[in-house]
């Protein structure tokens, strides 16, 4: 079996080291890329291609992992020349995923999303995937991969991955303002503690990991959260949605990008109010 | 020890069950009331006195549970003519409880908040309390009570209360607005599904019973955001308190009063988006 990826940032490289491991071909083709890119692609042992056509014409597994922006530019060029089955699992919305496998001609497609962090868990990340070759992608789950089927059509597994951040980051913003105004009164840490009685045992832990994240990453999050509301406001009204796309740009305003992921929320939260005076 | 209730409503009515079953001797009045307190309060095997002010000077904890609106005129009325200590358990904000208590003559107060459900917990719910008397109150524990002792200052206790309930209902709101986009996608299960793998095993259940208490008490739900959202909005901006309130005004506005507690959400949801036609 030959797995292809077409781009070998993050996901690329993190899938296809474990791939490797696992002794499964892996191809990519790092040309005209830059030069961090192509050190990766050459350390992971994957066969390098002189084209993203040879990519796409060798593979059983066609993977797409690539910037949102050229998902549909990516599925035009290689769409057409897809032997195997084509998988999307760029981070782009249900209505873009579907314009892309809509250009695959042989119709071997999977909608395909990464759910939580392939940076700490590497190949094994839970990855969902709807469509009508769902069900091939999932053999890689026999070299590792954790793959689970969630439907049938494309844009499930895009869709499920929206819903699924509109909540944990607007989980994340009400956090952020109840424990920012407990800290304003002295009282965040018997805030958590109090809210953590009926919450379970792992709530302090994960309310201070996505304090500190949502700072670390508010930028990211903010455009995130965009795409989310556009997809959600098609549905219902989304007014949790609103305010938190709100609160993430509010403290990427002020707190621009942070050079290091800090140490505790109260620092955060320091700063945070120091550039609201 | 004696412990006087100044009112008898449903969370009176449950401590001191649970504190007459230790053998603590509970004192209260009912005269002028409806007949169902009285019959509850017959039925308790508190002591009935003739007047409040009887309460309150016989007892050495004077508890004051009643309707929120009432808490400052009980006080008024009682702080003069209380020996023991005084303790606000009412459902207000903390600075209606810091007028309250203002007016208990001989400075032993306590600001206390039921944190959880007394009608599921019984005595045993957990109770946080602040205050120069909140020492002495949390020796109802050896009583079966769960007083948990958060600072030392009147209003302390309430703020947390307050700031739980931004949480909670926060996380309400979230849910509904997610699982509804969810439930007209049909992907409702799925997303529950997936955002469990990473929130923990009791994520489902906790979801469910969310959505189902938000529709079912959403107009007493509606009001108590309101006074969290004063009370935020006087520390910082409240986006999500306010989204919150906003969604849970919709949920009444489109339901109205349940009478039952409906048996699942989907059920629910139907409803809702019937009323949106």
Redesign the interface.
């Known amino acids: 079996m030959k797995v292809g990826f077409v781009g070998f940032g993050e996901v690329a490289s993190e899938l296809s080291r474990g791939l490797i491991d696992e002794g499964v071909n892996v191809l990519t083709c790092v040309d005209g890329r830059s030069s961090k890119t192509q050190k990766l692609a050459k350390q992971s042992g994957a066969k390098l291609c002189l084209r993203n056509r040879d990519v796409a014409e060798e593979a059983d597994i066609l993977i797409s992992s690539v910037t949102p922006e050229m998902a549909i530019s990516v599925a035009y060029e290689l769409g057409k020349l897809s032997k195997g089955i084509y998988v999307d699992i760029n981070n782009v919305s249900p209505e873009t995923v579907k314009k892309s496998l809509s250009l695959v001609e042989n119709h071997k497609v999977v909608d395909a999303a990464i759910?939580?962090s392939v940076h700490k868990k590497g190949h094994k990340v839970?990855i969902?995937a709807s469509g009508n070759s769902a069900e091939d992608f999932s053999k890689l789950n026999d070299f590792g991969f954790n793959i689970?089927i969630?439907?049938s059509e494309i844009g499930?597994a895009s869709?499920?991955k929206m819903?699924?951040s509109?909540?944990?980051k607007?989980?994340s913003?009400?956090?952020w303002?109840?424990v920012?105004?407990?800290y304003?009164?002295g009282?965040d840490k018997?805030?958590l503690n109090?809210?953590a009685?009926?919450e379970?045992p792992?709530f302090e832990e994960s309310a201070k990991s996505r304090l500190i994240s949502s700072a670390f990453h508010s930028k990211r999050r903010s455009e995130e959260i965009i795409e989310v509301k556009d997809f959600?406001s098609q549905?219902?009204e989304?007014?949790?949605?609103?305010?938190?796309e709100?609160?993430f740009e509010l403290i990427f305003k002020r707190l621009g990008k942070l050079d290091e992921r800090p140490a505790n929320y109260q620092e955060i939260f320091k700063l945070f109010d120091l550039e609201n005076k």
Do not use: D, H
Request: no cysteine.
């Open positions: 759910i939580g839970q969902i689970k969630v439907g499930q869709a499920i819903l699924r509109s909540y944990t607007g989980v913003m009400i956090l303002e109840t920012f105004a407990a304003k009164l009282l018997e805030v109090i809210i009685e009926t379970g792992n959600l549905i219902n989304s007014l949790m949605v609103q305010s938190t709100n609160i």
